[in-house]
């Protein structure tokens, strides 16, 4: 009896849902204004994985992010590390930031959380990488991220939600993809809930601006819409400084060298400093390091010494690293064999001079060998088209005296025939005299007779 009334109540509901939905796939009320996707409540309905916030930055990559981001963001975060303690309301919790790929957007957005942490208040930080969920989901992509956010604010904490390339989500790129053009919409939904709270940051990163929406940029509003600049020189020195510390420390870089990559480095972001320089320094000096220890072996160096170079995490950054990958110097060859081939020194010492004359001395005898070697085939192709030539010439003096002999016997043939010709109408006329003579003479004959 109990199962008969459960299944009645659900066909009743299924009907009243049925009796509200628009056309589009929403839930409306009576007016028909809607309320929220039905993709939506039906994930709501699922069961959720544990949530689990954004690992944190580096505490020094933070505190720098803090220290060069523009006054308002730093405003903010001031106010946000005192608005329990002073009972401030954080004025404007919406921001999006805009500019180039790799400048910093998301690494700001993420410092704003520990950078507003104190002793008595932890601010989180939930990433949320929009791009994702739309390679995911596709057309259901904003429905998962609403859900994302409400499970945020179901955690009652302090914290910054990070809508990163917030892009994949508006209108345009929408139909361009097939997506619902209504995500914009049910985004900015979920945000205005989240602002009714004085706990919650939310920040929007993109690399085009002019691709959100104007739903959302209403959110964001005129005071929230910054634009992040390229790291400028003391950001990038500070970025440097802290990557390569353990060098500094131990003096085998020198400020010249910080400076230099900083300089170097000018119209680069954050990302390619951090990412790409520093793991390609970190590549070269592990490659040099693997030279110095088979170097060393074959050297017959003890035990003891080639385990040493097995400190500080198997490589040791050096000037010629740095000098390796941003091409302003020779590369480490140098400092190996002076280090582990005394006696070989000098020679070392004259390859900047003895190198570029020797290579200079190898590419003009290849450039030598090559125009000789074009030359000979150059030669090989005029002898052998000289001999067709020749071929081809006797050929048509062949075929010249057949064609001059068939000429001759032609001539020949037709000589002969015009002589017998007139030797037959010779003969005919012969004959025709010969006759009319003897019809004269017999009628001359018969004449006389009669008479």
Known sequence: MKSHITTLLYIVLLAHTAQNMSMDGYLTTNNGVPLAPIEYIMHEAQPTKPFTWATPLDPAEAQISYDHAPATIQNTIDTMRNFREKNKTIEHRNYLFHGDYGIGKTMLAQAMAQAASTSDTTWHCALLRVSKYTEKYQ??????????????????????????????????????????????TTVAAEMDTCNERNDIIIVGTTNNKSDIPEILNSRFGELGIIEIPMPSFDLRMDLINHLFQK?????????????????????????????????????????????????????????EEIAALDQDGGYTITQADIDAVMATGPSWYQQ????????????????????????????????????????????????????????????????????????????????????????????????????????????????????
């Open 336 to 451: 190996i064999y002076e280090t582990y081939c005394p006696s070989r020194r000098d020679i070392i010492k004259t390859l900047p001079i003895t190198l570029p004359i020797t290579i200079g001395i190898v590419g003009l005898g290849v450039t030598i060998w090559q125009l000789k070697k074009n030359q000979d085939n150059t030669n090989k192709q005029m002898k052998f088209s000289l001999e067709q030539a020749q071929k081809a010439a006797e050929q048509s003096a062949a075929q010249l005296k057949i064609a001059t002999e068939q000429l001759n016997m032609q001539k020949q043939a037709k000589a002969e025939e015009w002589h017998w010709g007139w030797k037959a109408a010779g003969e005919v006329l012969r004959f025709a005299a010969y006759t009319t003579v003897q019809v004269i003479l017999q009628k001359n004959q018969n004449d006389n007779t009669n008479k």
């Open 139 to 184: 057309s259901s992509a904003s429905g998962h991220i609403v859900k994302k956010m409400k499970s945020i604010r179901a955690q009652n904490q302090p914290c910054v939600i990070v809508l990163d390339e917030l892009t994949h989500i508006t209108k345009n790129y929408g139909q361009e993809h097939n997506f619902n053009n209504d995500a914009a």
């Open 247 to 303: 060098e500094i420390q131990n003096q085998t870089l020198t400020d010249s060298h910080i400076k230099m990559i900083a300089k170097k480095t000018e119209g680069k972001g954050l990302r390619k400093i951090a990412l790409d320089l520093y793991k390609k320094v970190v590549n070269e000096a592990q490659t040099r390091r693997r030279l110095e220890k088979k170097l060393a072996k074959q050297l017959g160096k003890s035990d």
